[in-house]
C-alpha cells in the first residue's frame, strides 16, 4: 500500500513561514486530498500513468541530520528513515558528521532539489540565518528537528524537540538526592555551541547554585557527546581531582557510558564511589544501570520520525502547526532499570 499525496501547490507557494500559529495559507479546496489519499496498486493491475491521479506526488521531504555521534542520534535517523518508508516519503537524508558547513551544503542541495519541506537538527545554534534565509527565498518551509537554531522566528515554520533547560533541570535534581546535598561535582558537556549542550548545562547549573550551596561543580568540560570524548576526559578530570570527585553529571548517556570505563581504570566505583547522571535514557544506559554502574537517566526522547512528519503533512496542506512541539519524557533510575528495559525502543 502507498500514501500519494496530492500536493497543494499553491499553498505551497505561498506558505511564509510567518509563524505557525495560524495556517501558512488559506487551505486549497483538494485540502481533503493531501490529508491520506491511500491507493492499492494490486500487481495484476496494469499499472499505467493514466491510472494515477494527474496531481498526486509524492511528498519529498530533505532532512539533514547532524552526525551519527551517539546511540540517541542512531534512534533519531532510524526513526525518521522508518517513517518515511512506511508513510511513502520520498526523503532526502543527508549525515554532517558533526560538521555545519556540511549541513549547509546539504540544506542547499536540498533548495536545488525543490523539495516540499527541509528539516535540519542544527549542530550548532549560531551561524544559520545565510542559508535559512535562502531556504525561506526559495518558498521552502523549514522545520527544526532536535536541536534549535539561533535565529529570528520567521525563519523556520516549527522546532519539534525536547526541553533541555527542563533535562538539566531534572538532572540536578536527581544527583542532590543522590549526594544528599553535598559533594563535588564533575560535568562532561555535549557539542561546545549545540542547544542541547548549552541549555542542559544551564538547567543544572541554575537548580543546584540556587537550592544546593553544598554542592559544588568542580570542572566542567565537552566531551562532544562521544563515548571516546567522554572516556578521555574523565581521565583528565580523575587525574587532576581523583577521590575528590563524588558525582559525575554527562550530558548524554555515551559519554557516561565512556566515562565509566575511565572511573573503573583508575580503581573506584562508577555508580558507588562516584555517582552519576545522564541524558538520553537509551538502552546502554539501561544496561550500565542494571550492573550498578550509572545511578539515574533523564529520558530524551528521539523517536522523531511520526511527529516530523505529521508537521511536514500539515505544513504542505496548509494546516496550522504550533511554533514548539515538545516531545514526551520521562526519568529512570537503577532501581527499576531491569523492569523498564523490555520495554524501551531505544
Ligand atoms: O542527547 C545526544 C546526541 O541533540 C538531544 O545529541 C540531542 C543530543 C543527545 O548526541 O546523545
Given at each position: 500500500m502507498k500514501k500519494v499525496f496530492a500536493m497543494l501547490l499553491t499553498g505551497v507557494m505561498m506558505f511564509t513561514m510567518a509563524g505557525c500559529s495560524k495556517p501558512a495559507a488559506a487551505p486549497a479546496p483538494a485540502a481533503e486530498a493531501a490529508a491520506e489519499t491511500k491507493t492499492e496498486a494490486p500487481a495484476e493491475e496494469a499499472k499505467t500513468e493514466e491510472a494515477k491521479p494527474a496531481e498526486a506526488k509524492k511528498l519529498v521531504v530533505g532532512y539533514s541530520q547532524l552526525g551519527a555521534e551517539s546511540e540517541w542520534r542512531t534512534a533519531c535517523t532510524n526513526s525518521v528513515k522508518g517513517e518515511a518508508e512506511k508513510r511513502g516519503v520520498d526523503l532526502?537524508?543527508?549525515?554532517?558528521?558533526?560538521?555545519?558547513?556540511?549541513?549547509?551544503?546539504?540544506?542547499?542541495?536540498?533548495?536545488?532539489?525543490?523539495?516540499?519541506?527541509?528539516?535540519?537538527?542544527?549542530?550548532?545554534?549560531?551561524?544559520?540565518?545565510?542559508?535559512?534565509?535562502?531556504?525561506?527565498?526559495?518558498?521552502?518551509?523549514?522545520?527544526?528537528?532536535?536541536?534549535?537554531?539561533?535565529?529570528?522566528?520567521?525563519?523556520?515554520?516549527?522546532?519539534?524537540?525536547?526541553?533541555?533547560?527542563?533535562?538539566?533541570?531534572?538532572?540536578?535534581?536527581?544527583?542532590?538526592?543522590?549526594?544528599?546535598?553535598?559533594?563535588?561535582?564533575?560535568?562532561?558537556?555535549?557539542?561546545?555551541?549545540?542547544?542541547?549542550?548549552?541549555?542542559?548545562?544551564?538547567?543544572?547549573?541554575?537548580?543546584?547554585?540556587?537550592?544546593?550551596?553544598?554542592?559544588?561543580?568542580i570542572k566542567s568540560q565537552t566531551g562532544d557527546f562521544t563515548r571516546a570524548k567522554g572516556k578521555e576526559v574523565m581521565e583528565a578530570f580523575l587525574k587532576s581531582d581523583g577521590k575528590n570527585i563524588q558525582g559525575l553529571y554527562a550530558h548524554?548517556?555515551?559519554?557516561?557510558?565512556?566515562?565509566i570505563q575511565a572511573i573503573e581504570e583508575y580503581g573506584?566505583?562508577?555508580?558507588?564511589?562516584?555517582?552519576?547522571?545522564?541524558?538520553?535514557?537509551?538502552?546502554?544506559?539501561f544496561e550500565a544501570m542494571i550492573a550498578g554502574k550509572l545511578n539515574v537517566t533523564v529520558e530524551c526522547n528521539p523517536l522523531l520520525g511520526p511527529q516530523f512528519f505529521d508537521v511536514c503533512e500539515k505544513i504542505v496542506a496548509g494546516e496550522a502547526v504550533e511554533k514548539y512541539i515538545p516531545s514526551e519524557e520521562g526519568i529512570y533510575r537503577q532501581e527499576t532499570a531491569a523492569a523498564d528495559l523490555p520495554s524501551r525502543q531505544y
Open positions: 532526502k537524508f543527508s549525515d554532517a558528521q558533526q560538521k555545519q558547513e556540511n549541513q549547509i551544503k546539504a540544506i542547499r542541495s536540498f533548495i536545488a532539489q525543490k523539495v516540499d519541506v527541509i528539516g535540519v537538527s542544527p549542530v550548532v545554534e549560531s551561524g544559520w540565518e545565510t542559508v535559512f534565509k535562502e531556504v525561506k527565498d526559495a518558498g521552502i518551509p523549514l522545520v527544526l528537528v532536535d536541536r534549535k537554531a539561533d535565529v529570528p522566528e520567521d525563519l523556520y515554520a516549527c522546532f519539534l524537540g525536547s526541553d533541555f533547560k527542563a533535562e538539566g533541570e531534572r538532572a540536578a535534581e536527581e544527583m542532590a538526592t543522590l549526594l544528599g546535598g553535598k559533594g563535588n561535582i564533575v560535568e562532561l558537556q555535549g557539542t561546545v555551541g549545540s542547544s542541547a549542550a548549552v541549555e542542559r548545562l544551564e538547567g543544572f547549573k541554575a537548580v543546584i547554585e540556587s537550592k544546593y550551596p553544598d554542592i559544588k561543580i548524554n548517556d555515551d559519554m557516561a557510558i565512556g566515562a573506584l566505583k562508577p555508580g558507588t564511589d562516584i555517582k552519576i547522571v545522564s541524558v538520553d535514557a537509551v538502552k546502554g544506559a
